[in-house]
């Protein structure tokens, strides 16, 4: 009866050790390439900013910016353009579509 007991005591130390681990180690791979992720958006970020403040270029189309910034599907590079403060335009005739920091571009957001 005892040794049954034991048995039991040991085996579930040993089930909570293994779940313990295993648990640990795939959250703290989970955290790496969250922690990857958001690093990779803050540069791009930063990216995106750099391109926006070009003192060349008050305004810069989405094409020109998605070619500099290679990797990112359309909407999500439309919200790390959103992120680094950049707001969009629309040209009329072309329908084509330009982003700018809003900082940059105040006087045309009455237009």
Do not use: C, P
């Not at 959250?27 to 992720?37: D, N, S, T």
């Amino acid at each position: 009866m005892m040794t049954t007991v034991l048995t039991s005591i040991v085996t579930a130390f040993g089930t909570a050790i293994v779940t313990t681990l295993a648990s640990f180690i795939l959250q703290e791979r989970r955290i790496k390439f969250e922690f990857a992720q958001m690093r990779t958006e803050f540069m791009a970020e930063q990216v995106a900013r750099q391109l926006l403040e070009h003192e060349k270029w008050q305004r810069r189309s989405f094409k020109a910016i998605k070619y500099r910034l290679g990797g990112f599907d359309d909407d999500e590079l439309r919200k790390i353009l959103v992120r680094a403060g950049a707001i969009r335009f629309e040209d009329r005739n072309t329908k084509e579509e330009f982003w700018g920091l809003i900082h940059r571009n105040r006087d045309a957001l009455n237009s």
